[in-house]
């Protein structure tokens, strides 16, 4: 007999033994799960690192989304009383956020 089959003659009366229904995932199924967790903690902090990377301000020349979806501009009253004008122009003074020291 080879060894291969010598370890199969000893081995195969052992899984007799075992209880279908009580099988457990034991150390591989702990050992796998863990490394899928460290690589999803991984994934996040790359993911956050990135995240704080993107600049979400819009740059001063773009038109606001309403303007486009109401088929003019955006003079006139806002809702709560202020004047879209005065807003716009108030936009337009203030520096820049690469402009501002600090």
Do not use: C, Y
């Not at 033994?17 to 702990?30: A, C, I």
């Amino acid at each position: 007999m080879s060894p291969t089959q010598t370890t199969l003659v000893q081995v195969l009366p052992l899984a007799k033994d075992l209880d279908e229904n009580k099988v457990t995932p034991g150390v591989l199924g702990f050992v796998v799960f863990a490394l899928i967790g460290a690589a999803v903690w991984m994934l996040m902090k790359s993911m956050n690192k990135h995240m704080r990377r993107v600049d979400f301000e819009e740059p001063a020349g773009t038109a606001p989304a309403g303007a486009s979806a109401t088929g003019g501009t955006t003079e006139g009253t806002d809702a709560d009383g202020t004047d879209a004008a005065d807003a716009r122009k108030a936009e337009a003074a203030a520096p820049a956020p690469s402009e501002r020291k600090g």
